[in-house]
């Protein structure tokens, strides 16, 4: 297997004192805007589970038809992360940052209008389109303009909006519920909101300059007027033109390669636990209150996000530049092993209110705080310049197609032979994760992008 690699470091471009700089005002606006587009993917990952638990007495939903609804984004993201990740390397962050929430925000709308299910399922796959487009982007944006001491931090917070998403969530569909409105204009209403954070930050993406590794891999640099202009390197810059000249270049070097499996298997194996056990939260917490009203489980899963989840992102956050990435992915797939473990393994444990719902918060605590961030920020960081939306927007792709398996299996297992079922394939799937980490993925903290381009970090990637 071929070992080139003219697109490491061409130049040898300085950035330290984008590297060495402390957190700004720009950071932090950056980071806002970068992240409402996970507050809109949290927001529906919650939401779509109770539009289900609303349609299904109004339109007879089949079995097939609620697993295809719940999990067609998912599979749509995939191919919106691979498209515009790929795009985003050939044609600049710039240049395609924004269009990703106008597809988003299409198909929220688009969503809310759906007359009958079939409809349904196929207008969602505009929205996926559009989520899975902003993962690539919005990681790599954030990664390329922080300095090496926090870029683990705010890239989480990018990702941590998701935070916001999954408290507002429940919110809103609470107070929906609570009023007289028919359902019909309920899950309508709770669906199309998905399009508002979205259009919010469309004009301020669309006005972000060009990130300056992005100019200089590429022969350019921002001059004290603000202008781009080329710089003279003696050579032209080997820029990736080509749709399919990205991925060949992963593929033909063995440690980028090596790279691109362990993030993306981590990614898939995360969120094919993570996604089916989110989405189908309402279903698993009918076994637990199968005689609760959909607003008191809808409030009992608030309740769980607000004091588990959300204290999770924080820490992710928090620590992610001083534990390291590596530490927190492994301690994170361990404590998704033994949560789910326990759920699965723990008879009748469904039936017991305290303990059911403490398990189940660990779980969620400690998949934020893990593998849900890390898998998130490592791809932004492990990849040089010129293929990094492309590689990010691989293992993104493959995370989302675990996602659509989690989140298809996920009731059949239910249905099927019950929590015990469907948490031991989400304990199994996370020590598999655990394995994949341990093996196959460096640690990046205290390193900048281009010290992590050009240094082979794990006893794997020596060996190749």
């Not at 899963?301 to 001083?322: E, H, K, N, S, W």
């Not at 040089?384 to 989690?406: D, S």
């Amino acid at each position: 297997m071929s070992t080139n690699r003219p697109f490491v470091a061409a130049s040898n471009p300085d950035f330290s004192e984008m590297d060495n700089a402390s957190i700004s005002g720009r950071h932090w606006k950056l980071m806002f805007i970068s992240g409402m587009g996970f507050f809109t993917d949290a927001y529906d990952l919650f939401i779509i589970g109770v539009v289900m638990t609303l349609l299904k007495p109004m339109w007879h939903v089949k079995p097939l038809e609620e697993s295809l609804v719940e999990s067609t984004a998912l599979l749509a993201a995939a191919l919106g992360a691979l498209l515009f990740g790929r795009v985003a390397d050939m044609l600049g962050r710039k240049r395609i940052y924004g269009f990703e929430v106008l597809v988003l925000a299409a198909g929220a709308i688009a969503c809310a209008f759906a007359p009958n299910i079939i409809w349904l399922i196929g207008l969602r796959f505009i929205l996926g389109i559009g989520i899975g487009g902003d993962y690539p982007v919005s990681a790599t944006i954030m990664s390329e303009y922080s300095g090496k001491a926090h870029r683990g931090m705010m890239v989480t917070l990018v990702f941590a909006m998701q935070a916001a998403g999954l408290i507002v969530g429940p919110l809103f569909a609470a107070a929906l519920l609570s009023t007289s409105l028919s359902h019909d204009i309920v899950w309508r209403i709770l669906i199309g909101f998905g399009a508002v954070p979205a259009m919010a930050v469309f004009w301020q993406r669309r006005k972000l300059k060009e990130t300056p590794r992005f100019l200089r891999a590429n022969g350019f640099q921002e001059d004290e007027a603000g202008k781009i202009v080329r710089i003279d390197q003696g050579q032209t810059p080997s820029q990736s033109i080509s749709f399919w000249d990205g991925f060949h270049r992963l593929v033909n070097d063995e440690k980028l390669l090596l790279r691109l499996v362990g993030a993306s298997a981590a990614w898939f194996l995360m969120d094919a636990a993570y996604y089916g056990n989110t989405v189908s939260s309402p279903l698993i917490l009918s076994a637990l209150q199968d005689h609760h009203t959909l607003l008191q489980k809808t409030l009992t899963q608030l309740g769980i996000f607000a004091v588990f989840a959300v204290p999770g992102y924080a820490v992710a956050a928090l620590t992610m530049d001083r534990l390291g990435r590596k530490t927190i992915q492994c301690l994170g797939f361990a404590m998704m092993t033994v949560t789910f473990g326990l759920l699965a393994l723990i008879p009748g444990i469904e039936k017991m209110s305290i303990p059911f719902v403490l398990i189940y918060g660990i779980s969620f605590f400690f998949t934020e705080f893990g593998p849900n961030a890390t898998t998130f920020v490592y791809p932004s960081e492990i990849f040089p310049v010129r293929v990094r939306t492309t590689a990010h927007g691989v293992a993104a792709a493959l995370g989302k197609v675990g996602g659509f398996f989690g989140v298809f299996l996920f009731p059949y297992l239910m249905h099927w032979r019950g929590l015990p079922a469907a948490e031991a394939a989400a304990a199994i799937t996370s020590v598999v994760g655990l394995v994949v980490t341990m093996c196959m993925l460096p640690e990046t903290k205290g390193k900048s992008l281009e010290e992590l381009s050009a240094e082979p970090s794990t006893p794997m990637e020596r060996a190749a």
